[in-house]
């Protein structure tokens, strides 16, 4: 079973919001190329892709739609 790192849960719901990684990694204070890189890290510890990068921003896909609908549970149950 893969770990999974409460860091993704929050960059995949701020790409998600965002709609880009740029402005994803703006909004929680990181830089663009350490979001990238823990998208990247995270996709090949998987072995599924998470975000569908285009040149006019980013999208999730099927899998990580599903990790950022989850996500708001999982940061809830974390703090608890």
Known sequence: METIDPQ???VLLAVRDAG???R???ALGYS???VSQLLTRAEQRLGHDLVLR???GATLTES???L???A???EAALAA
């Open 54 to 56: 285009g040149g006019r």
């Open 20 to 22: 880009s990684i740029s």
């Open 68 to 70: 950022a609908d989850h």
């Open 72 to 74: 708001l549970h999982v």
């Open 64 to 66: 990580g739609r599903v």
């Open 8 to 10: 993704l849960l929050r």
């Open 32 to 34: 663009q190329p350490a």
């Open 24 to 26: 994803a990694a703006a």
